[in-house]
């Protein structure tokens, strides 16, 4: 951190980024973003890989996060800037490829799953006020308004932007919360089928089998804490708090999985679960048909709209923290001087991202193209954990036990490889848009040559 804030003054005087977030903060930060799209979205989905043991595949998915997280706090605490594992990649292989790339697929599954959530938002909106706004042209302005909306709470300041947060987080899980509560309510009052919950049907595939193809599926709901090591300029004392409050936002968020999980196969077949794409909201039309369910949708909406804003915030900053490393071009690190913010990284996002609701649209097969993205991010970070344990720093910092990155980057790998029976569209869709990278990295690559000098040296 002291090289990093040494080259501000000796280089370009650039105005660092504000230190806002606390513990509190943070907490939520973490939460929101992993109780985002993936746990009202998914359920259902993973429910018809093994039936209504749906709850399995989510534990799994938890523990093989909690395992990186670890490797993350290590990182976090030890390189407490922004960037997160491109910045932890570039430093332990000084690989401008390879850092390049990484950070162009941590950016990639950012940015498809804000596009995609803005449009889901879009559509959610129309429902929930009875618009007719076709499945084309309006859904696609309503989404790029939110999009510009999202971009302007994010170039405000980052203060609004993580109070916009503390309030949709807040939004999401009471929505998770009633979800929870109905099913309390079934179980003591015999309403539903809380035998479902031991039941494996993973129709031609064995019961591990059908747990490996779910995970792979369930882990794009579990993903997210890593957008918090990229705020990491932004927090008070980020090597003290990240430890406890990463752990106690994982732990809290896989509590809420669980619970959730369970009480939608109990209220719910696992047939009709898997039918649509709002299984909370056909859980609460089910366990409580009192229930306003117009209500619920606005809280669907609202869970959406936060993912949105958290992936928006993490792309800003992953370019802010890698223009800083001289990894692409310098200017995507300026900052507003006044507002503190990473205001032209924040617009080349928005734009990136406006370009993928207008000509793009809804991906098939999202969540399991970011989840697969990201789990080879996380098979580079917890390889790159060891590599960096040759580095040390001045400061105290986190350390993992070294048997945790270890299997960090046995299981991650594992995930990656078509072992999984993962749909093989996945693979085409990261393909793409891996391509569109190296491509970026040709055009750009001649003039960072010229700019480029090492971190740390």
Request: aromatic letters at 10%; charged letters at 15%.
């Amino acid at each position: 951190m002291a090289e990093f804030a040494a080259e501000q003054s000796e280089g370009s005087a650039e105005p660092s980024l504000k230190r806002v977030m606390g513990p509190g903060l943070l907490l939520l930060f973490v939460v929101g973003d992993i109780l985002g799209t993936g746990i009202y979205a998914l359920t259902g989905k993973v429910a018809g890989y093994v039936g209504g043991a749906v709850w399995v595949p989510f534990v799994v998915a938890f523990l093989i996060a909690l395992i990186t997280g670890f490797s993350y706090l290590e990182l976090v605490t030890k390189y407490p800037d922004a960037a997160g594992a491109a910045l932890y990649t570039h430093k332990a292989f000084r690989i401008q490829f390879l850092t390049f790339m990484v950070a162009f697929a941590v950016l990639s599954s950012g940015l498809t799953s804000a596009s995609t959530g803005a449009r889901a938002f879009a559509a959610n909106f129309a429902e929930a006020f009875h618009l007719d706004l076709g499945a084309g042209i309006g859904i696609t302005a309503v989404a790029v308004a939110f999009m510009v909306l999202v971009s302007v709470v994010n170039l405000r300041g980052v203060s609004e932007s993580l109070w916009a947060n503390v309030v949709l987080t807040c939004v999401e899980v009471s929505g998770l919360l009633i979800v929870v509560g109905i099913g309390l309510w079934a179980l003591g009052f015999g309403d539903g089928d809380f035998g479902r919950v031991t039941d494996f049907d993973t129709g031609d595939r064995t019961a591990l089998g059908g747990v490996i193809v779910a995970t792979t599926l369930s882990f794009y709901a579990m993903v997210g804490f890593e957008d918090s090591v990229n705020m990491a300029e932004e927090c008070k004392e980020p090597s003290r708090i990240f430890p406890r409050i990463l752990i106690a936002g994982l732990l809290i968020t896989g509590v809420f999985y669980v619970l959730v999980s369970i009480t939608s196969v109990a209220l719910v077949p696992v047939g009709e679960l898997g039918a649509g794409d709002t299984p909370l909201l056909r859980v609460v039309e089910i366990g409580a048909p009192a229930f306003p369910t117009r209500i619920f949708a606005f809280i669907t909406m609202f869970a959406l709209a936060n993912t949105a804003l958290i992936n928006m915030m993490m792309a800003g900053r992953l370019l802010y923290g890698m223009a800083r490393q001289g990894v692409v071009p310098r200017a995507l690190g300026r900052v507003h001087r006044r507002r503190r913010t990473p205001w032209v990284a924040i617009v080349f996002t928005a734009l990136l991202a406006i370009g993928l609701i207008t000509f793009v649209g809804a991906v098939p097969e999202l969540g399991g193209t970011t989840a697969l993205l990201l789990l080879a991010v996380f098979t580079v970070v917890n390889v790159v954990v060891l590599v960096l344990r040759r580095d040390p720093v001045p400061h105290n910092h986190f350390r993992t036990p070294t048997i945790l990155p270890v299997a960090g980057a046995l299981a991650c790998g594992f995930l990656v490889t078509p072992f999984t029976d993962r749909n093989p569209e996945q693979y085409a869709i990261a393909a793409v848009l891996l391509g569109v990278g190296v491509v970026l990295w040709a055009v750009t690559h001649p003039a960072l040559l010229r700019r480029l000098r090492p971190v740390g040296r």
